[in-house]
């Protein structure tokens, strides 16, 4: 590992670190915010692009932290306009973004709360490469900032839907969530942020009474604990764990929910799998006796609260060659599965994935370095 690699990240420092670390380098506390605006508010990483600083500030700077948290490999276009960013971390671990521009309220960037993924879904991609790297706060915000210095656009919204498990890395998601919603962060509504999940019972707890009004999408698939443990071997398998979570989450949090269906040819994709798929976003298996549900129960219902059932987007499956025995639905049947659920009077959404033509739609992510 180099020099410059084991200094810590300019970009991981708090505003309270950061005023400290300024301190220390004997510079007035005030300079603090200046840098943290230019780093988070205007997405400038390197110390020598701060130009209303003074010089030695900024040497200061550059020679104690390291202002480089990715290094940016290539990128690809696709014919829809999303871009693809290719960056690594540690040398050779893997992380990947997609900006997608074209959205009724702007631009999203999809971005990668790990490198790899170590829960080893059957239908991802991601999750052949194992767990590469957990990846810190100014690393996962060091993907919007250099996706939209590289792209010329500015981001509307934050998916943490690419590589990795959000839940995974609470700890970072935390950090990013505080500076994105931080007023001396992008001062952005909580709204604007979506974790996806495979779905972890506690980390979800935590989650709804830690982020206010952040969105959360849960990628269900497969509406049978014995599916979800033979294709998700690592996520929680128990639907009825999964309701309490959902129930919890919706009664304290206040955040969107939607739950991730990837129709998959034979294998989630019959009339029974919708019958139990609008079972479950009724939340019909929660358990009512549970702690956590008569804990939730105590909450105020939060203002503008989602109505049941929870809204579903079904996902048109994108193959991967390492995993052929996943097919994706035919187009007839999607549109079946989608008139199966409204017909019960489940909102519901087919969704198509963006950026196929260049490997970033869902479960595409996974680039290998040499
Ligand atoms: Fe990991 Fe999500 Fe892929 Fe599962 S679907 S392997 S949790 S990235």
Redesign the pocket.
């Known amino acids: 590992m180099s020099e410059q690699a084991r200094q810590p990240l300019l970009l991981d420092l708090s505003l309270a670190q950061l005023e400290r670390a300024v301190v220390d380098l004997g510079q007035p506390a005030y300079r603090a915010r200046q840098v943290y605006h230019w780093l988070h508010q205007r997405g400038v990483l390197d110390p020598q692009g701060m130009t209303d600083l003074p010089a030695t500030i900024r040497e200061q700077l550059a020679a104690n932290y390291d202002c480089q948290p990715l290094r940016f490999r290539t990128q690809a276009v696709s014919a829809d306009g999303s871009i693809k960013y290719l960056w690594t971390v540690a040398d050779t671990a893997p992380v990947e973004a997609v900006l997608m521009p074209g959205f009724d309220y702007g631009t999203a960037l999809c971005a990668s709360s790990q490198s790899g993924?170590g829960?080893?879904?059957g239908f991802?991609q991601?999750?052949r490469l194992g767990l590469r790297a957990q990846l810190s706060a100014g690393q996962i915000l060091a993907q919007l900032y250099d996706a939209e210095s590289r792209g010329g656009m500015t981001a509307d919204r934050l998916v943490l839907m690419g590589?990795?498990?959000p839940l995974a890395n609470l700890r970072s998601v935390r950090q990013v969530v505080a500076v994105l919603t931080g007023a001396e962060g992008r001062d952005w509504s909580a709204r604007r942020i979506t974790v996806s999940t495979?779905g972890l019972y506690k980390p979800l707890v935590e989650l709804a009474n830690t982020f206010p009004r952040v969105n959360l999408a849960l990628?269900l698939h497969f509406t049978s604990a014995e599916k979800r443990r033979k294709h998700?071997p690592k996520a929680e398998p128990r639907l009825e764990r999964l309701a309490d979570a959902l129930f919890n989450y919706r009664r304290v949090n206040g955040g969107k929910l939607t739950i991730e269906y990837a129709l998959l040819d034979g294998l989630n994709d019959r009339d029974r799998d919708a019958r139990r798929l609008a079972q479950f976003a009724r939340l019909a298996d929660i358990d009512r006796e549970s702690e956590l549900i008569q804990q939730a129960l105590e909450y105020p219902v939060p203002p503008r609260q989602q109505p049941l059932p929870l809204h579903v987007n079904l996902i048109t499956y994108n193959p991967i060659p390492a995993a052929p025995q996943y097919r994706p639905t035919d187009e007839r049947r999607v549109s079946e599965f989608a008139r199966l659920l409204s017909d019960a009077e489940v909102p519901v959404t087919v969704r198509r994935s963006r950026g196929a033509d260049i490997a970033a739609a869902c479960?595409q992510l996974g680039s290998e370095i040499a």
């Open positions: 993924c829960f080893g879904c991802c991601t999750g590589m990795g498990e495979v990628s998700m479960g």
